[in-house]
């Protein structure tokens, strides 16, 4: 069976319009999927608390269509560009394609049976967690989880490593995750800094044991308990 991903691209980007008979996900052996929540997400819903000035036009939805669906299955641009995928999606490039992924695999189906509102939480929040620093911000989170994922499904050598839908979902909250909460220092200075801003609270909690690293995984998860995706 074949989860209609096309269509649900679509719903997400709030257009009824049919663009073509490609779908999203690949046809799917010997797995007992359940149709995607057919309830409508508009942009209202995805860009809640953005404002309204925050809207995909036909134009935007082309390109964001084209990246997710295609785009991610290449490594370089433009076939893939996180700053093009946050520009065109209002600032929520880890949701965008986190989506994308979420319908390519099936994930509402087979074994996880993960609802869509839940997968959209969990992305809202763990994107609103990332700190608008320099470099390890959402767009990073982003950048890495496309990576990650095109090398545990493209890669020769690590194509195929991920073999099943269960392993690949973790790959991809993994790298989704892997820098929440971070402030643009490191872990030396959280080691070695006391400061008015408690530079060393993260290495107090963890016992200066990769205390960023521990904090990003334990945010992540933190979130991933209170949406209910685990």
């Known amino acids: 069976q074949v989860v209609n991903a096309d269509a649900n691209l679509r719903l997400w980007l709030g257009s009824s319009e049919k663009k073509d008979d490609t779908s999203l996900a690949a046809p799917i052996p010997n797995r007992n999927t359940h149709s995607l929540p057919t309830e409508k997400t508009s942009l209202a819903t995805f860009f809640e608390g953005l404002g309204p000035d925050k809207t995909i036009t036909p134009a935007n939805e082309e390109v964001v269509g084209a990246m997710l669906k295609t ?11 996180s700053n093009e995928l946050e520009r065109h999606t209002g600032g929520n490039p880890l949701v965008a394609l986190g989506l994308a992924l979420y319908d390519r ?8 049976g993960i609802p869509f509102n839940t997968m959209h939480s969990f992305l809202q929040k763990v994107q609103a967690a990332y700190n608008p620093v320099a470099y390890h911000n959402a767009k990073h989170a982003c950048d890495v989880t496309h990576g990650v994922h095109w090398m545990i499904t493209q890669l020769d050598g690590l194509k195929g490593v991920a ?68």
């Not at 995750?177 to 030396?188: F, K, L, P, S």
């Open 71 to 81: 785009g991610v299955e290449g490594w370089f641009a433009p076939g893939f560009d």
């Open 105 to 112: 695999h099936g994930w509402a189906g087979d074994s996880l």
């Open 163 to 230: 073999q099943s839908s269960e392993m690949i979902f973790a790959c991809v909250i993994a790298a989704i995750i892997h820098d929440v909460g971070h402030d643009g220092r490191g872990n030396a200075y959280h080691v070695a800094t006391w400061d008015e801003k408690g530079g060393a609270e993260f290495s107090l909690i963890y016992s200066d044991q990769s205390p960023l690293e521990r904090h990003h995984c334990g945010l992540g998860f933190r979130i991933a308990r209170d949406t209910g995706l685990f």
